[in-house]
């Protein structure tokens, strides 16, 4: 997916990195979120949790918060969504980290450290992540 989004934004586009819109479209190809939105039936997407995570990052969410049975388990979806994200970006940045060490010329160009940093500003604006990224 990431490749995806790369090919389709011009050479301006790919040295900025990515919106944290671009982000939620790479976590929606994932098994994980797929399941997800299986499990929720599509009362709640995962990326309508993540965008009001996002304009609302005042919220306090804990891990443990109670949900209201909509979506299976115990837990609300914020607080499943805020599981999930940091293992997402462990596969994101290692799928990165697999490319830079690869020899060999890329299919086209793209700056990584500007895609990390995307990435990072769009974590910090979680509250709960502020102080682990």
């Known amino acids: 997916?990431?490749?995806s989004i790369l090919q389709d934004n011009d050479g301006n586009q790919r040295s900025k990195g990515f919106s944290p819109l671009d982000w939620i479209?790479?976590?929606e190809v994932s098994a994980?979120?797929?399941q997800l939105n299986d499990l929720w039936k599509q009362k709640k997407p995962f990326g309508e949790v993540v965008a009001s995570l996002l304009t609302d990052p005042k919220?306090?969410?804990k891990a443990n918060d109670e949900g209201d049975g909509c979506c299976g388990?115990?837990?609300s979806p914020q607080s499943k969504v805020l599981a999930l994200i940091p293992r997402l970006n462990e596969v994101?940045?290692?799928e990165i980290i697999s490319e830079m060490s690869q020899s060999g010329v890329p299919e086209f160009k793209y700056s990584r450290e500007q895609l990390i940093k995307s990435l990072n500003k769009m974590m910090?604006?979680?509250s709960c992540y502020r102080r682990a990224y």
């Open 1 to 3: 997916m990431i490749k």
């Open 25 to 27: 479209d790479v976590y």
């Open 32 to 34: 994980e979120v797929m």
């Open 59 to 61: 919220k306090k969410i």
């Open 73 to 75: 388990g115990d837990e």
């Open 92 to 94: 994101i940045l290692g």
């Open 124 to 126: 910090v604006s979680f």
